[in-house]
């Protein structure tokens, strides 16, 4: 059996408490963000990843993988200046979120670290960044999200689309859990607290997702 983790991986608070075993796997439960994390010791390793994230079909062309990512698109455009300059941020082999925003006269760049490793992707600063159905795949998001928050200029937002935790009765049999690559699961407490320590408003236009703004300066 591994030691437990030290701290969380969203908040790094102090020493998470045992959640729950589903079978081998062990989670994790944050106490300070509410968040709910595989054990780390158990992460999937990036082939496996890999190979799971080729069986998605998210076709960019797809009216209802659209209509899904609308949840996000239409609150964020609502939001956003014209012609602003974002980043699809684990955007996957099907970039469809970025079509959508283009569509709409914003320059979206790609990134993501299977599909679109572009580098140079994560040397300037965005007006937006996106990230739908990514965030539960961070191994390290409290990093991740401090990278996020170097790349957001002053008075940019950050959107987010992941399915929140609601139910601890339920989460054994919870389809999102059962994705091997998920490894994180957030509530609404969970992303309050992550917009709070990088100094960003939070709110929630939609199940499901949270927008949050980081304040010009």
């Not at 963000?33 to 076709?59: G, I, V």
């Not at 979206?108 to 994560?122: C, I, K, Q, R």
């Not at 790349?151 to 992941?162: C, Q």
């Amino acid at each position: 059996m591994s030691a437990p983790p030290e701290t969380c991986p969203v908040c790094r608070a102090p020493a998470p408490e045992p959640f729950i075993d589903v079978g081998p796997q062990r989670y994790w439960k944050c106490e300070t963000c509410e968040a709910c994390f595989l054990d780390p010791a158990q992460h999937p390793a990036p082939e496996a990843e890999h190979a799971h994230y080729l069986t998605h079909e998210n076709d960019p062309a797809d009216p209802r993988y659209r209509a899904f990512l609308s949840k996000l698109a239409t609150p964020l455009l609502a939001r956003l200046a014209p012609a602003s300059s974002g980043l699809d941020y684990g955007c996957g082999p099907g970039p469809a979120l970025a079509a959508i925003l283009r569509e709409a006269g914003h320059d979206v760049t790609l990134y993501d670290p299977f599909f679109f490793p572009d580098e140079n992707a994560l040397t300037r600063t965005y007006d937006f960044i996106a990230c739908t159905e990514t965030i539960e795949h961070f191994h390290r998001p409290a990093d991740a999200f401090d990278r996020i928050d170097a790349l957001l200029r002053p008075g940019g937002w950050f959107g987010v689309m992941t399915s929140f935790q609601t139910d601890d009765a339920r989460f054994a049999d919870w389809h999102y859990r059962k994705d091997p690559t998920h490894v994180v699961f957030y509530r609404e407490e969970t992303l309050r607290a992550v917009a709070h320590a990088r100094g960003w408003a939070c709110e929630f236009p939609a199940p499901d997702v949270a927008l949050m703004h980081k304040h010009a300066t």
